[in-house]
């Protein structure tokens, strides 16, 4: 199946910093990759939709200026967290779509970021 | 309101016996489709099972099959045999529209089951 990466798998980082995670298509292109967020013993909250080429599309509630999406090619998204403090630790999952791919299975998730800010 | 409902957020079994994850959704789209999710306790999140709206037949998946029914809005996990590396917590999700857009996954609470030897 395709296989979708993520760098760094971890990161500690001090407040106020920011810190970048890359997301990768490894043997597919990918037209849209979405950027999830989840906290110990909950769910996968959708953050944005990244579509390559254009500004992603957040949902309610995240904050543009502190969650910034890059998706500048087919096979790389980014997702900065800027001036990252306590709060924003979380684990942060992408997942992307096969854009070729004719199945219903079209989304890819990477193995994810944990993020941990002192 | 929530779309998907997963109201057990934990669960244990017996090695070797079935169990049943239940979920239900809530949709006025005439076309979706349901998938289940497992996520180990490394974070990654392993596709199981899909079912789509449209879909005649329960999907089956090895030891996966998914209990649809359809006018209760409900999409149900069962695992046969359970094994001691089915322990993890497991997603429903559901994908509204057209099979081939491509929109969000919408994922439940998630159920945590845990298999006792």
């Known amino acids: 199946g395709a296989v979708v990466s993520q760098h760094p798998s971890r990161v500690i980082c001090k407040s106020g910093t920011s810190v970048k995670i890359e997301c990768r298509s490894l043997?597919?292109?990918?037209?849209?990759m979405f950027w999830y967020r989840q906290f110990p013993k909950q769910s996968l909250m959708l953050m944005a939709t990244s579509n390559e080429g254009s500004k992603a599309t957040y949902e309610q509630g995240v904050e543009k200026d502190k969650f910034l999406i890059n998706h500048a090619s087919l096979t790389l998204s980014t997702l900065t967290v800027t001036s990252a403090h306590p709060e924003d630790s979380s684990f942060y999952i992408c997942?992307?779509?096969?854009?070729?791919?004719?199945?219903?299975?079209?989304?890819?998730f990477g193995p994810g970021t944990r993020l941990t800010v002192l | 309101a929530q779309k998907i409902t997963q109201t057990q957020p934990g669960m244990f079994v017996q090695e070797k016996e079935a169990v049943t994850l239940d979920c239900t959704y809530d949709?006025?789209?005439?076309?979706?489709?349901l998938f289940w999710y497992k996520q180990p306790s490394s974070g990654e999140m392993i596709f199981l099972i899909y079912?789509?709206?449209?879909?005649?037949q329960n999907a089956t998946e090895g030891r996966y099959s998914l209990n649809f029914q359809k006018a209760r809005k409900s999409a149900n996990l069962v695992i046969s045999a359970s094994q001691l590396g089915d322990s993890a917590m497991y997603f429903c999700a559901m994908r509204e529209g057209g099979a081939f857009g491509g929109e969000k996954l919408i994922f439940g609470q998630g159920t945590e089951l845990s298999v006792k030897p």
């Open positions: 997942s992307a779509r096969d854009g070729s791919a004719a199945s219903y299975n079209e989304q890819f």
């Open positions: 079912q789509g709206s449209y879909d005649e």
């Open positions: 949709t006025s789209d005439q076309s979706y489709g």
């Open positions: 043997d597919f292109q990918a037209t849209t």
